[in-house]
């Protein structure tokens, strides 16, 4: 199993970047897609971006082109750099990592004030 932590969340402006960051420990070689989804309020959870064990990144097309995915294998950490945030993208955003099932770090607010 992993653990995953994330952190890099706030309250920040309407067209500001952030980045998250996604740190894991445990059976870290055993992770397959590594990825992150968000969940605002009176929504369902939606996938946002993974990168997958061989280093491919996929994005969705609602964030594609303002962010973007990325590991440090090294350090055990993965990261979502967002730029030009919307009010709408005010969600709790979670880290996720597939092995033989998929774990859930607590999750981070982000709040995009307009």
């Known amino acids: 199993q992993v653990q995953l932590v994330e952190s890099g969340g706030g309250l920040v402006q309407s067209a500001v970047s952030l980045i998250l960051s996604c740190t894991a420990s445990?059976?870290?070689?055993?992770?397959?897609?590594w990825g992150w989804f968000r969940q605002a309020s009176g929504k369902q959870r939606e996938v946002v971006a993974f990168i997958t064990s061989a280093g491919k990144a996929v994005i969705a097309d609602s964030v594609k082109g303002r962010f973007t995915i990325s590991r440090d294998n090294d350090k055990n950490t993965m990261y979502l750099q967002m730029n030009s945030l919307k009010p709408d993208e005010t969600a709790v955003y979670y880290c996720a990592a597939d092995l033989s099932t998929r774990y859930w770090g607590q999750g981070t607010q982000v709040t995009v004030s307009s």
């Open positions: 445990g059976y870290i070689s055993g992770i397959n897609n």
